[in-house]
């Protein structure tokens, strides 16, 4: 049987608009560290009703079964707020905040979580980040959506507490298929062209400017004697997106007063 063109052509656009399942990778950071996977849609209380069950990072309990993850409850007190971020091409995203602490412990909030999610449907969510900071002390920030030139980025930035600026992050461009993580790949290598060999710079963090399309880094030897030794200047590199993809448009090295 054949198929006429036109049905091949609705055909084809159907399936540009469906949510492919790469689209849907999950960063997960915990005391496990970072990884990535692609879980499945749930209705919004899976992430809400029992927040215990949500520590995909074994931080509450080590090597825990789902009934060692109820029982945590038995010490710890945990909470989940739901807050509204806004919507990207006909998606709504929505985070769940986590805080609570040690029974034991008075006034003393030491759980901090974070999970991002998107609905895909009537009460189907999917989520795209899940950060358990617990133990760090560090309150996170809501995420956010950010206009950088002519798109719209749903942003996610916290700082880990650490002295050497780090931060636990993550940046999407939507279309209709969903969400697609920013591409940097192109801003770093032209970034590289421009500074000296054997040294360092970030395009993350702090040194991200996404509302005026901007990085500014310090650029460091690659293995310096100290964290604070062996700065040898500093980058100053603008970009536009497009789509997901920063494009480099005007790169500056400045390098350190001798």
């Not at 971020?85 to 006034?107: E, F, I, M, T």
């Not at 998107?118 to 809501?142: C, W």
Request: hydrophobic share 35%; net charge neutral; with cysteine.
């Amino acid at each position: 049987m054949q198929m006429s063109k036109s049905w091949l052509g609705a055909l084809l656009g159907v399936a540009l608009c469906l949510p492919a399942s790469g689209q849907w990778r999950r960063i997960l950071i915990s005391g496990k560290g970072e990884t990535t996977d692609i879980p499945l849609p749930h209705p919004l209380r899976y992430f809400t009703a029992n927040p215990f069950l949500r520590d995909d990072g074994e931080d509450l309990c080590g090597l825990c079964t789902p009934d060692d993850k109820a029982r945590s409850a038995l010490k710890y007190s945990l909470r989940a707020m739901v807050n509204p971020v806004g919507d990207l091409a006909g998606y709504q995203v929505v985070d769940v905040l986590y805080s609570g602490s040690d029974r034991s412990v008075q006034n003393h909030d030491e759980i901090s979580w974070k999970s991002i999610l998107v609905r895909i449907g009537p009460d189907r969510y999917r989520e795209i980040f899940h950060l358990q900071a617990s133990g760090n002390m560090t309150s996170l920030k809501p995420s956010r959506i950010i206009p950088s030139g002519a798109e719209r980025v749903l942003a996610t930035m916290d700082f880990d507490g650490g002295v050497g600026g780090g931060c636990w992050e993550g940046y999407w461009w939507f279309n209709r298929a969903g969400p697609h993580s920013l591409d940097f790949s192109r801003l770093d290598a032209a970034i590289e062209k421009r500074i000296p060999g054997d040294t360092r710079f970030n395009t993350t963090c702090a040194d991200l400017d996404l509302k005026s399309s901007l990085v500014r880094s310090g650029v460091q030897k690659s293995h310096p004697e100290c964290h604070a030794c062996d700065w040898v200047g500093e980058v100053t590199a603008r970009f536009r997106l497009s789509g997901p993809i920063a494009e480099p448009i005007a790169i500056q090295f400045k390098p350190s007063q001798p």
